[in-house]
């Protein structure tokens, strides 16, 4: 138990679906993350939200949208993806940004078909 | 460039000692994170090193060298249960992590 919650644990869509995926910590951070891990690569920072502020936005594709209500909850919303989108999508938090242990989620393993 | 080296992976035998090292070019520098990933589970803390030296957290330790951009996890009396992934990650100066692929680290008896 890491005190970090993510659902659902394994989600097979379609291309044309919408699908969200959710994450929810209760350690009390203010910082919280969404990465992408694709076999045999680095893990890929996505988004990260400072006291419900995106202040970095690692690139990512449109088809990619995050949402962040609270320091509690973060929401990675899809639209439209693709095969090569096929990966485990980590959320992690922090007390803060910067030199702060992150804690993850277990993740959520997406499979596009 | 931003670059993180680890070894893809290593083997050892149960009650041995093993060294994993990390190699890294970034723009800037404001710690380095280890983590270990057990198959299937989250990336789990291990261990911070912002100065130079040796940090030690019982059977695991890590040591940093900032002129030669290096770091080392050391895992003594290894267990079965030491078999995952290690991450090496660095902070660059307040943005969040880059972290290396990873190690895969298999302990047999």
């Known amino acids: 138990e890491t005190g970090v919650t993510q659902t659902p644990r394994h989600l097979v869509m379609g291309m044309t679906n919408k699908k969200s995926l959710k994450c929810e910590q209760h350690l009390g951070h203010n910082a919280m993350y969404w990465y992408k891990q694709s076999a045999k690569k680095p893990l890929e920072l996505m988004f990260v939200y400072n006291f419900k502020e995106q202040t970095e936005n690692n690139s990512v594709p449109s088809r990619f949208s995050p949402e962040c209500p609270n320091s509690s909850h973060l929401f990675l919303h899809l639209h439209t993806l693709q095969p090569e989108d096929s990966a485990l999508y980590l959320c992690?938090?922090?007390?803060?940004?910067?030199?702060?242990?992150?804690?993850f989620g277990d993740g959520t393993r997406l499979s596009i078909l | 460039g931003q670059n993180i080296d680890q070894p893809t992976e290593m083997t050892a035998t149960e009650g041995a000692i093993v060294q994993i090292n990390c190699t890294y070019q970034t723009s800037g520098f404001n710690g380095l994170f280890w983590y270990q990933q057990h198959a299937g589970e989250a990336p789990t803390f291990l261990s911070y090193?912002?100065?130079?030296g040796l940090e030690e957290k019982g059977r695991f330790s890590s040591f940093l060298s900032r002129s030669k951009g290096y770091s080392y996890l050391l895992l003594k009396e290894l267990q079965m249960k030491d078999s995952a992934s290690y991450l090496c990650a660095v902070n660059q100066a307040g943005t969040a992590l880059i972290f290396g692929k990873g190690t895969t680290l298999s302990v047999s008896s």
């Open positions: 992690a938090s922090s007390q803060m940004t910067g030199n702060q242990p992150q804690h």
């Open positions: 090193n912002v100065l130079d």
